[in-house]
């Protein structure tokens, strides 16, 4: 029986959090003052994701999720993350406990943007993000561990687009890869994981080539014409999450300052959908840190954001079920 029964609770708001594909995967032990989070390798994409680099990032969106979940229950996490040396699988352990007049308030106001959020692929404003909006999130992933760098100018926004373009016609011909993407997509209603073809999208109406967004296939409903008047083009903000080093645990944090992102901009009512092709592929990862961004941290997801469409979001998104990413407490075990 929990210390602290709402923890049951907590770790089911953390599944709310974005994973590529809509893997999820992960897997959760609940003790009674404490959390495991494990990562469940059998939901890797091994063509997609080679380096297991969205693998370890979705997990840490679930951790950060978790974290925030807590805090909205008045409770503090001791995140210890990677605590087992001799299994790579036990990603963090999350002691818990009450947290009194400390209460994390800037994680806790974070928590109605769980439910809201939504990769959201459709063409997005034409008004350019706020400055301000910029700065918050930039201060969201710089308190996870990580830099959030915006892609400035027009000229660099081109070729950033070509950039993932490039990524997209490179992983079309991964061998492997097109098999992962119909078996995660096209899902239909009341599937559990996956991406449901209603949340999918065509290209956007950019210049031949320069979509920039994933391509899931000819099922993937069409993009509205832009308003009359309006540009081709949206004004979504392009943003590179990148870190300082590029091991396990650097992209176990990644994951977390997303999660942060993600629901800042959610809070702020921007939309946002990750884009990790462009760092999947070794060559345009390279291509970004050093020949595009000059950054010296490493990339590890992009993220595009802008205020949303008018007509409200259309899709389900499919149920995490607790049940079915519980592990078993060994008796006389903590996690
Ligand atoms: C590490 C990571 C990589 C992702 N890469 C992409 C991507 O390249 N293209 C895309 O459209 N969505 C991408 N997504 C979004 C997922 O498909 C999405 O989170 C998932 O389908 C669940 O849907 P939701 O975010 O609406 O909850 C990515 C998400 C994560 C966490």
């Not at 950019?206 to 391509?215: E, I, K, S, V």
């Not at 993937?220 to 080093?245: H, I, S, Y």
């Not at 970004?288 to 949303?308: C, K, N």
Request: hydrophobic share 45%; glycine share 8%.
């Amino acid at each position: 029986m929990p210390r602290f029964p709402d923890l049951p609770a907590a770790v089911g708001d953390a599944l709310h959090a974005p994973s590529v594909h809509n893997t999820q995967p992960w897997r959760w032990r609940i003790g009674p003052d404490r959390v495991g989070l494990y990562a469940d390798r059998d939901r890797h994409l091994a063509a997609t994701d080679p380096d297991r680099r969205d693998l370890l990032l979705s997990c840490g969106a679930a951790l950060q999720h978790l974290q925030v979940a807590l805090a909205a229950r008045g409770l503090y996490a001791d995140v210890r993350r990677f605590p087992d040396p001799e299994d790579a699988r036990h990603l963090a352990t999350v002691l818990v406990g009450p947290a009194g007049d400390d209460v994390d308030a800037a994680s806790a106001a974070l928590y109605p943007a769980i439910t809201a959020r939504r990769t959201d692929r459709r063409r997005m404003s034409h008004r350019p993000v706020p400055a301000g909006h910029v700065w918050v999130l930039r201060e969201h992933a710089r308190r996870a561990g990580a830099v959030l760098v915006p892609v400035a100018d027009a000229a660099a926004r081109r070729r950033f687009l070509a950039l993932l373009a490039e990524a997209g016609v490179r992983q079309a011909n991964e061998p492997g890869y097109a098999a992962e993407l119909r078996t995660w997509t096209n899902r239909l209603p009341g599937s559990h994981d996956g991406v449901p073809a209603g949340n999918l999208a065509g290209p956007l109406p950019r210049p031949a080539g320069l979509t920039g967004l994933r391509a899931f296939g000819p099922g993937a409903p069409a993009q509205e014409t832009p308003p009359p008047g309006a540009p081709l083009d949206d004004a979504a903000a392009l943003l590179v999450l990148a870190t300082r080093t590029d091991d396990v645990l650097a992209r176990l944090r990644a994951g977390e300052a997303a999660g942060a992102v993600l629901l800042a901009a959610t809070g702020m009512g921007l939309a946002t959908t990750p884009l990790s092709q462009a760092v999947e592929i070794g060559a345009t990862r390279r291509e970004m840190r050093t020949g595009l961004l000059h950054i010296p941290e490493h990339p590890q997801l992009v993220l595009r954001s802008a205020g949303p469409r008018r007509t409200p979001a259309r899709w389900p998104r499919p149920a995490p079920a607790l049940h079915a990413v519980l592990l078993p407490v060994p008796s006389g075990e903590r996690t």
